[in-house]
Protein backbone atom coordinates (compact mmCIF):
# COMPACT_ATOMS: atom_id res chain seq x y z
CA UNK A 1 0.00 0.00 0.00
CA UNK A 2 1.06 3.60 -0.81
CA UNK A 3 1.98 5.13 2.80
CA UNK A 4 0.63 9.03 3.37
CA UNK A 5 2.49 11.25 5.64
CA UNK A 6 0.95 13.28 8.33
CA UNK A 7 1.88 16.64 10.16
CA UNK A 8 0.83 16.92 13.81
CA UNK A 9 1.90 19.82 16.19
CA UNK A 10 2.32 18.82 19.79
CA UNK A 11 4.19 20.04 22.77
CA UNK A 12 7.81 20.48 22.35
CA UNK A 13 9.02 19.18 25.74
CA UNK A 14 6.31 16.51 25.96
CA UNK A 15 7.57 15.12 22.54
CA UNK A 16 11.15 15.32 23.64
CA UNK A 17 10.22 13.39 27.20
CA UNK A 18 8.07 10.56 24.97
CA UNK A 19 11.15 9.71 22.64
CA UNK A 20 13.73 9.48 25.89
CA UNK A 21 11.17 7.23 27.70
CA UNK A 22 10.20 5.20 25.02
CA UNK A 23 13.89 4.98 23.86
CA UNK A 24 14.43 3.39 27.55
CA UNK A 25 11.85 0.56 26.50
CA UNK A 26 13.79 0.18 22.91
CA UNK A 27 10.77 1.47 21.41
CA UNK A 28 10.20 4.25 18.76
CA UNK A 29 7.53 6.74 18.49
CA UNK A 30 6.98 6.16 14.97
CA UNK A 31 6.37 2.51 15.53
CA UNK A 32 4.23 3.52 18.40
CA UNK A 33 2.33 6.35 16.19
CA UNK A 34 1.69 4.08 13.59
CA UNK A 35 0.11 0.98 15.66
CA UNK A 36 -1.86 3.71 17.61
CA UNK A 37 -3.13 4.65 13.92
CA UNK A 38 -4.02 1.12 13.30
CA UNK A 39 -6.23 0.70 16.10
CA UNK A 40 -7.74 4.09 15.44
CA UNK A 41 -8.64 2.54 11.84
CA UNK A 42 -9.96 -0.80 12.84
CA UNK A 43 -12.01 0.27 15.90
CA UNK A 44 -13.68 3.38 13.28
CA UNK A 45 -13.87 1.56 10.15
CA UNK A 46 -16.06 -0.81 9.00
CA UNK A 47 -14.89 -4.18 8.89
CA UNK A 48 -16.42 -4.30 5.06
CA UNK A 49 -14.66 -1.23 3.93
CA UNK A 50 -11.37 -2.21 5.60
CA UNK A 51 -11.98 -5.58 3.72
CA UNK A 52 -12.52 -3.93 0.24
CA UNK A 53 -9.26 -1.70 0.85
CA UNK A 54 -7.42 -4.59 1.77
CA UNK A 55 -8.07 -6.39 -1.63
CA UNK A 56 -7.75 -3.00 -3.96
CA UNK A 57 -4.32 -3.12 -2.53
CA UNK A 58 -3.66 -6.58 -4.08
CA UNK A 59 -2.76 -8.45 -0.82
CA UNK A 60 -4.80 -11.09 -1.44
CA UNK A 61 -7.68 -12.18 1.31
CA UNK A 62 -8.20 -10.52 4.15
CA UNK A 63 -6.80 -11.24 7.34
CA UNK A 64 -9.52 -12.44 10.40
CA UNK A 65 -10.87 -9.71 11.77
CA UNK A 66 -10.32 -9.42 15.20
CA UNK A 67 -13.06 -7.68 17.91
CA UNK A 68 -11.93 -4.69 18.78
CA UNK A 69 -13.13 -5.60 22.38
CA UNK A 70 -14.55 -8.49 24.12
CA UNK A 71 -18.10 -8.02 25.70
CA UNK A 72 -18.69 -8.96 29.51
CA UNK A 73 -21.41 -11.54 29.82
CA UNK A 74 -24.45 -9.55 31.58
CA UNK A 75 -24.66 -11.04 35.32
CA UNK A 76 -27.20 -13.49 35.91
CA UNK A 77 -30.70 -12.55 37.81
CA UNK A 78 -30.70 -12.32 41.37
CA UNK A 79 -32.31 -15.95 42.25
CA UNK A 80 -36.26 -15.65 42.63
CA UNK A 81 -36.83 -15.86 46.98
CA UNK A 82 -40.06 -17.64 45.89
CA UNK A 83 -43.02 -18.43 48.45
CA UNK A 84 -40.22 -20.49 50.35
CA UNK A 85 -38.66 -17.55 51.73
CA UNK A 86 -42.20 -15.27 52.08
CA UNK A 87 -39.96 -12.54 49.80
CA UNK A 88 -39.22 -8.97 52.11
CA UNK A 89 -42.45 -6.82 52.13
CA UNK A 90 -44.87 -9.39 50.53
CA UNK A 91 -45.94 -11.12 54.06
CA UNK A 92 -46.30 -14.63 54.81
CA UNK A 93 -48.97 -17.27 53.33
CA UNK A 94 -50.14 -16.92 57.02
CA UNK A 95 -50.98 -13.50 56.42
CA UNK A 96 -53.61 -13.88 53.35
CA UNK A 97 -56.95 -15.09 54.15
CA UNK A 98 -58.97 -18.25 53.19
Given at each position: MKKATMTVSFDEEKLNALKMYLGQKG?????ELAKALD????RN??????EFIHMRS???PAPAPKPAY???PD????PYAGAA???QGM?????VPL
Open positions: QQLEGTLYTVPAGVRGAGKKKPSPPGGGGSDAD
